[in-house]
């Protein structure tokens, strides 16, 4: 069972981060992954979030921040069921998605993000050495945090996204965030000028599913998505899915084959001197995966054929 919080602003107002400025009112929506956890999803923002409330440590720890200037609506749901801080922030990647609000949160001892994240913040600027908001703590291969029933793992598996990528696995309670190594059930973007990589995303992919034991919910980088999509052609085989953001193992297992059959089909093409736009004209990916967004179908073929060229 779960249990889902809503935010309406006329009528509930229960569970939601509301903050205005000059542009846009910005609302972030909290629902829980299981009644009586303390692992919370976010909604809002950017890319998907999760926050777990410690309370052996007292405080929060965030799993991806969101976008610049969101921090006080994240703050302001979290008030709803914690009088305790955000005090540690674990970073998917570099994107301001999902680190973006990292420096406005007072409180935090602790950001930690692979080593390659941390040089990538440095390289956009979007963060300067001994700034509030760059990554204090970084891994290359695997970290762990907490214990027990709160343990928190982090695993690097290789280029994908970009050169960070990490998933973030809680073992006890059988959940598991992909950020942008699993954005949804659509091709992927590829940051290819920060260490992104069409090539090397299927065998990361690979490298995820077999490597990790024991999760059944698998959280991805962005959502819920408008019912018009979301559920096409998913509820009607009998799936529950109150928010689009919510996968299972076998969702990234299969997500798994589409970007290696993806990657393989591409390949092939450029091997018999196809252009990028003849190759994605002829794509037969979608009838297989007909649930699946090939809109960066383009965009992702571009990267890999330029990766091809330069071998």
Not at 11 to 21: A, D, I, P, Q, Y
Not at 75 to 82: D, K, N, P, R
Not at 131 to 152: E, H, K, N, W
């Amino acid at each position: 069972m779960r249990r889902r919080i809503y935010v309406f602003v006329l009528f509930v107002g229960l569970l939601s981060g509301r903050s205005l400025n000059a542009q846009s009112e910005q609302i972030v929506q909290m629902d829980t992954l299981n009644v009586r956890d303390v692992l919370y999803h976010l909604a809002g923002g950017g890319g998907n979030g999760l926050a777990l409330i410690d309370e052996i440590n007292g405080g929060v720890i965030l799993i991806d921040s969101k976008l610049p200037g969101w921090g006080q609506a994240v703050e302001e749901v979290l008030a709803q069921v914690t009088d305790l801080p955000v005090t540690t922030i674990i970073n998917s990647h570099y994107h301001p998605g999902h680190a973006g609000s990292n420096g406005e949160f007072e409180e935090v001892e602790q950001i930690i993000a692979h080593e390659n994240t941390r040089e990538s913040m440095l390289r956009t600027g979007s963060y300067r050495e001994g700034a509030s908001g760059l990554p204090t703590s970084t891994f290359r291969d695997r970290y762990t945090l907490l214990d027990d029933l709160d343990r928190v793992e982090l695993y690097h598996f290789g280029r994908a996204h970009t050169d960070g990528d990490i998933v973030v696995v809680f073992p006890e309670k059988g959940v598991a965030y992909l950020g942008d190594l699993f954005p949804d059930k659509a091709v992927p973007a590829i940051d290819f000028e920060y260490g992104g990589s069409a090539k090397d995303f299927p065998a990361t992919l690979a490298k995820i599913v077999s490597g990790i034991d024991g999760v059944t919910r698998v959280i991805t980088g962005h959502g819920p998505f408008p019912t018009t999509y979301a559920g096409r052609g998913r509820r009607a085989r009998g799936a529950d899915r109150p928010w689009s953001g919510f996968m299972t193992w076998s969702d990234l297992a299969e997500y798994s084959d589409f970007i290696r059959e993806l990657v393989a089909e591409a390949e092939e093409a450029f091997g018999t001197g196809q252009t990028v736009g003849e190759t994605v004209a002829g794509l037969t990916i979608g009838d297989r995966y007909v649930d699946y967004d090939l809109a960066a179908a383009e965009a992702m073929v571009t990267v890999l054929f330029r990766e091809l060229a330069s071998q």
